[in-house]
């Protein structure tokens, strides 16, 4: 999954109600993966539910939920540093209640409780139910939290243009430098027909675009009854009406199989993009990251991937530093960087985690060099994208716009490239055309061509 976004806006559909007669307000801050904004999202929902309304401004909440994200130690310094800056707030407001949740609170509860006494409730992951803690109207909430929908319902607000939808929690390797499985357990699938409602749901209220969700999304499905997999999955959400365009983040190599890629050329929604984490091109360091594959056998699902659907667009995730990693060893992280040419690739430097195993080792390679190797990486990136995006000028692409910004209205392509074109026009959330007249390497630009409201 793509790490460190920090948003605060995207759960409560960036509107500021009307105050009503004894409304009570919350605000929530997000920093970490999506599958942090769908969980998010779920608070709201909850509270929404409970007759709370968001605010934007957390001086006017009544309730604060910080979401946090510990995969490095960026993000938990980050998420300390925002959970350290309320505490003047709860002393100008001591009826504020301030709620801690994500990868940093599971297991770390008491820790947590002496460092930041001004903390009223510490959740983990997904135990919405606890929020009634801090919420009693909860109390009055007669639907199963498990199972209500990470979207809140409201025929008075535009809808979100794309969701997402968490399928399976938690994760079953053991990669020797990640933290996520100490914090989010082992794999549990949640049962399709509740996938499906949900997406149902969400394409009742005119979103049109879902992204499925899971640390290891494609093992989606082992632990249920009769073992469906992602595959069975993509065929049941693609059947859903008013779906039109469905992608999945994000997948282990290991269980990238021929059938989940079948499926993704062969639905009409699943959209044409793939991302999928190698971390480092060498096999050494992939062994001792325990990743349980080789670079040869990531070469061959990339070719299967490739001939399999065309037009596919990649994406993938590394790692530069990881300790032991020599120059050598980075290089062939290089070599197969230029060799595969992704669309995307999100780097990382190290980063120690308490508890993992390759905490135990030395953290070898020193910060410069760390640095480095993270600017190779994206030098490199930005050749290879600058390349692959110049093939577009003059190419047509469906757009899906999201949003406006910097003047100009953004969307995406089914390839998940990024599209900027002008018009005076409000497009959002609708399916345009547009035609490529510049690039960059980090996006489109171009002409808008045709649109047509995916609402009429
Ligand atoms: N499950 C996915 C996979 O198999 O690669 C990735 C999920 S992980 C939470 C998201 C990304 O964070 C990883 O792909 C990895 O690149 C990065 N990451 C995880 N632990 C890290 C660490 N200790 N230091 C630096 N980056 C890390
Ligand atoms: Fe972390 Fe590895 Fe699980 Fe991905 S597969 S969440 S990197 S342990």
Known sequence: MIPLTVTNEKHDRQVEEPALDGAKRFFVWTVGCQMNEAESSKASAILRQAGYLPTQMEESADVIIVNSCVVRQAAEDKVAGKVGSLLRLKQQKPDLKIALTGCMVTGQQTKLAERFPHVDLFYGPSEFERLVEIAPEIETVDVDLAELPHYYQDEQVDPEVTAFVPIIY????????????????????????????????????????????????????????????????????????GIKRVRFLTSHPKYMSNRIIDAVANLPSLCEHINLPIQAGDDEVLRRMRRTYTVDYYRERIAYIRETIPGVTLATDIIVGFPGETAEQFDHTLELLSEIEFDKVHVAMYSPRPGTLSNRWEDEVPWAEKKRRHRAVEELQREVCTRRNARHVGAEFDVLVDGFSKGRWRGRTRGNQLVFFDSPDDWKGQYVTVRITETSPWYLLGNLMTGESVKA
């Open 170 to 241: 938690g994760c079953n390797f053991v990669c020797s430098y990640c933290i996520v499985p100490y914090r989010r357990g082992r794999e549990v699938s949640r049962r399709m027909r509740d996938i499906v409602a949900e997406v149902t749901d969400i394409a009742r209220r005119g979103v049109t675009e879902v992204t499925l969700l899971g640390q290891t999304v494609n093992a989606y499905g082992h632990d249920l009854p009769g073992q469906p997999d992602l595959a069975d999955l993509l065929a049941a959400v693609d059947a859903i009406d």
